[in-house]
Nanobody
Framework: VQLQAFGGGLVQAGDSLRLSCAAS?????????MGWFRQAPGREREFLAA????????SYADFVKGRFTISRDNAKNMAYLQMNSLKPEDTAVYYC????????????????WGQGTLVTVSS
């Protein structure tokens, strides 16, 4: 599966932003669990959220619970990350990823990655 993340940009603290991830797949997009990660300069890539094949289950890192929402539209081969109440510490490159494993949170369990989209939150 090939992934392309987009929707990043420069926003102010407190703003909202929705990231999108377009998937190009040979088989059904619903064969894949999707995840979002981010990587800030000088830091390791960190898990943000994951969503199951049919969207019925989601999981989040504690530090984004209540602010970020992951979703998907299997008819459009799309996944999304809605980010609210953004903070300067949310500044990072955001990646979407796909896996045929069920709801992993480790980056190593995701076999396909998008190129990343930069989110910059100014104070």
């Amino acid at each position: 599966v090939q992934l392309q993340a987009f929707g990043g940009g420069l926003v102010q603290a407190g703003d909202s932003l929705r990231l999108s991830c377009a998937a190009s797949v040979r088989r059904s997009f619903s064969n894949y669990c999707m995840g979002w990660f981010r990587q800030a300069p000088g830091r390791e890539r960190e898990f943000l959220a994951a969503i199951s094949w049919n969207g019925a289950s989601t999981s989040y890192a504690d530090f984004v619970k209540g602010r970020f929402t992951i979703s998907r539209d299997n008819a459009k081969n799309m996944a999304y990350l809605q980010m609210n109440s953004l903070k300067p510490e949310d500044t990072a490159v955001y990646y979407c990823a796909a896996t045929q494993q069920y709801m992993p949170i480790m980056a190593s369990r995701f076999g396909s990655w998008g190129q990343g989209t930069l989110v910059t939150v100014s104070s």
